[in-house]
């Protein structure tokens, strides 16, 4: 991959699509021809081998084999064979990480699983601590946990300068971060945090929504407790796809709460009481979605598509330099509108989105720009999302891209009544 881009023009950013070694990737995807698509950190677009695949699924596997297709098609195994595949680009040894149910239904599991433990020894430790800004699901889930438990949710800011560590104490239980920022796309030295609360006498529980199939992660060597994860986002399993969860081994021993039959050590026993599953297949809750499982399959396979081209270091590798292009060419478009780009330009603390903070009509600007075929979207209170996603983004995508906002914001087009209106999803 190509990380000096030399002087941007159009004319540059076409040369480095023809150098990218990654550019055969983009065929793995249904593109819209003519669209930007810079919202795959929220969902991401159409694997070309998904439509296939799933209606072989409705067609054969359920309309023809019907029941006999949880063992004929092994339907039942869908969950840890996902789940492994995974696993390896998250830092997971095999059968340690399984896709089941959603991000805060396993989440609530997995801080449950957490709590357990630390007040099991530590009955005086009596927080969960999270970021303010963490996304909400996140703290709406680690609320109920706490309110369940007799804990409080504490929430915090972290100043760079004095880090985690200043945050945490004797009180604390369980550390509850986001890799990368949803809003700003600001990453978190994973390894570093860990050991921030490992110090305090806490579990760390991260959420890999941002971070699974977009930046190198690895749990093990983080030594990090628990870990969650979205399908639909980076992993390109569609909307609404199963999530997955990570349980690091030493803890597996640890039951979670929401005991449902598949986490049963034999759910075909159907006995009254239960006894939960060895290992991560204890995680499980109710019976898989099949229908989504097959898509979200072939999702995690456009991303191990690039272990041909070298893998997670390639996309991270071309993910920066998407980012950094973008940075370089909003910057003085932001300036001259008074926007601010709020995505770190620090590569190493940098998610593979950029993010700007319009203090007046951000919602507006998105619209504006769907309007005219760049898709990004919107967050609260006044943040303008464009994800960069190696597998299919290019680098004439980013300049075009640059050339609609700067349009938008220069000609005020972006006021026009029609781009106020909010719809249900922003």
């Known amino acids: ?254 039951p979670q709460p929401l005991r449902g039959w598949l986490g049963h050590v034999s759910p075909f026993e159907f006995t009254p009481e239960y006894r939960p599953a060895v290992g991560i297949l204890g995680y499980q809750c109710g019976t898989p979605p099949i229908l989504s499982m097959v898509a979200l399959d072939c999702g995690v396979d456009t991303v191990l598509a690039a272990d041909e081209y070298g893998g997670m270091d390639a996309l991270r590798a071309k993910s920066l330099a998407l980012t950094s292009m973008l940075i370089e060419l909003l910057e003085p478009v932001s300036a001259a509108h008074g926007l601010r780009v709020v995505t770190p330009s620090e590569p190493s603390v940098r998610g593979s989105q950029v993010s700007f903070a319009a203090p007046e009509g951000a919602y507006s600007i998105v619209q504006a720009l769907i309007a005219r075929g760049v898709v990004g979207d919107f967050r609260m209170p006044d943040i303008a999302r464009f994800g960069c996603v190696p597998l299919y983004t290019r680098f004439v995508d980013i300049w075009d891209a640059v050339e609609h906002i700067r349009a938008v914001l220069d000609s005020g087009e972006w006021r026009e009544p029609r781009f106020a209106a909010r719809s249900a999803v922003t």
């Open 1 to 254: 991959m190509v990380r000096d881009t030399g002087r941007i023009d159009r004319q540059r950013c076409i040369e480095l699509d023809r150098a990218d070694p990654l550019a055969p990737l983009r065929a793995h995807f249904t593109m819209i021809k003519g669209l930007i698509y810079l919202d795959g950190n929220s969902l991401g677009p159409l694997p070309s081998a998904t439509p296939a695949r799933v209606q072989e699924a409705m067609t054969v596997e359920w309309g023809r084999d019907l029941i006999g297709s949880w063992n004929i098609h092994d339907w039942m195994q869908l969950p840890g064979r996902i789940g492994n595949k995974i696993a390896r680009l998250v830092g997971a040894g095999e059968n340690e990480l399984i896709v089941a149910d959603s991000t805060s239904v396993n989440l609530f599991k997995v801080l449950t699983a957490a709590v357990q433990i630390v007040r099991r020894d530590t009955p005086d430790r009596t927080e969960i601590v999270s970021e303010r800004l963490n996304f909400p699901t996140d703290l709406y889930i680690a609320e109920s946990v706490a309110l369940a438990n007799g804990l409080t949710l504490r929430l915090v800011d972290i100043d760079p300068e004095e880090g985690v560590d200043a945050v945490l104490d004797d009180a604390t239980a369980v550390v509850l971060f986001t890799h990368v920022d949803y809003r700003t796309g600001r990453m978190h030295d994973m390894s570093s945090v860990t050991r921030s609360a490992h110090a305090a006498g806490a579990l760390m529980v991260w959420d890999l929504a941002h971070s699974a199939g977009a930046v190198p992660v690895d749990l093990a060597a983080a030594e990090a407790d628990f870990a969650v994860g979205c399908g639909y986002k980076y992993l390109n399993g569609g909307p609404g796809a199963p999530a997955f969860v990570w349980v690091n081994p030493r803890h597996l021993a640890e």
